[in-house]
């Protein structure tokens, strides 16, 4: 199902929206399921361990079949043809998730913040695996920020993080989901996650994203075509496929 009226409006004034539960309960399971293999301590952390630590793992589609059947997902593509048009790749895909006691946050940025130039604007997907607050790790926004386009960014660590003075953030608010929900957000909203601070309430997120077919970088020209079409003329791709290979070397975390 396409973006509704009122859906459409408050992410395009806002930068964000609530799709709600967007993959039915069987889904969810096995979401969860590959999940909670691929993203674990054993696997990769972020954050420091003075604060606490969190799971993080990228591009969970290169290392799950059952993940990566779900990216061309019709739910997913109704919406993002809506605002992309009928020619679509996915861009980016990852597990965070902030465990009981992962006090660790990441600092405001704009997802286009990580990319090596400048790019257009592209949506991301956000699906809540636990409900996710204030309280236990979630996410907070700007929310009108999209509309000011790329702010400056500088990396703290393996974060791209938003230059000190140039964003407002007199009006940022929590954005809450429930356990299901899919928030909408453009990648130029800023955003952070604050630390997880409960003794026992998850906050797994899988984060998908998705760019018009033509996304190129306009300051180094570089065609993206290592990123797999999902739609092509408005039809759904039942075997997404990209011209070149993609590599995760070099990638944001």
């Known amino acids: 199902m396409p973006l509704t009226s009122d859906q459409r409006a408050e992410f395009e004034?806002?930068?964000?929206?609530?799709?709600?539960?967007?993959?039915?309960?069987?889904?969810r399971s096995r979401i969860s399921e590959?999940?909670?293999?691929?993203?674990?301590?054993?696997?990769?952390?972020?954050g420091n361990k003075e604060d606490g630590e969190f799971p993080y793992r990228a591009m969970l589609n290169?290392?799950?079949?059952?993940?990566?059947?779900?990216i061309n997902h019709p739910a997913l593509l109704d919406v993002a043809r809506t605002l992309l048009g009928d020619n679509i790749r996915f861009w980016?895909?990852?597990?965070?998730?902030?465990?009981?006691?992962?006090?660790?946050?990441?600092?405001?940025?704009?997802?286009?913040?990580?990319?090596?130039?400048?790019?257009?604007?592209?949506?991301?997907f956000w699906l809540a695996l636990d409900d996710s607050s204030i309280e236990n790790g979630g996410l907070v926004?700007?929310?009108?920020?999209?509309?000011?386009?790329?702010?400056?960014?500088?990396?703290?660590?393996?974060?791209?993080?938003?230059?000190?003075?140039?964003?407002?953030?007199?009006?940022?608010?929590?954005?809450?989901?429930?356990?299901?929900?899919v928030l909408l957000f453009s990648s130029y909203l800023a955003h952070r996650t604050v630390g997880n601070h409960t003794?026992?309430?998850?906050?797994?997120?899988?984060?998908?994203q998705y760019c018009r077919a033509d996304q190129r970088n306009e300051k180094t020209g570089e065609v993206y075509d290592?990123?797999?079409?999902?739609?092509?003329?408005?039809?759904i791709l039942q075997e997404?496929?990209?011209?070149?290979?993609?590599?995760?070397?070099?990638?944001?975390?």
């Open 13 to 27: 004034t806002l930068g964000f929206t609530n799709l709600g539960p967007l993959f039915d309960v069987d889904e």
């Open 141 to 181: 926004v700007v929310p009108g920020s999209h509309r000011h386009g790329l702010l400056p960014h500088h990396y703290e660590t393996v974060h791209a993080v938003i230059d000190d003075g140039v964003l407002d953030i007199a009006n940022a608010t929590p954005l809450n989901a429930k356990a299901g929900d």
């Open 34 to 46: 590959e999940y909670d293999r691929l993203v674990s301590f054993d696997s990769q952390v972020l």
């Open 199 to 208: 003794k026992n309430r998850q906050r797994r997120a899988w984060v998908l």
């Open 240 to 253: 997404p496929f990209a011209e070149r290979a993609f590599s995760l070397r070099g990638e944001r975390p």
């Open 226 to 235: 290592n990123r797999p079409w999902v739609m092509k003329e408005g039809e």
């Open 92 to 124: 980016w895909d990852q597990g965070i998730n902030k465990a009981p006691g992962s006090g660790s946050f990441i600092d405001w940025h704009q997802d286009n913040g990580y990319t090596n130039g400048r790019t257009a604007p592209f949506l991301t």
């Open 62 to 70: 290169y290392r799950s079949s059952e993940l990566a059947s779900l």
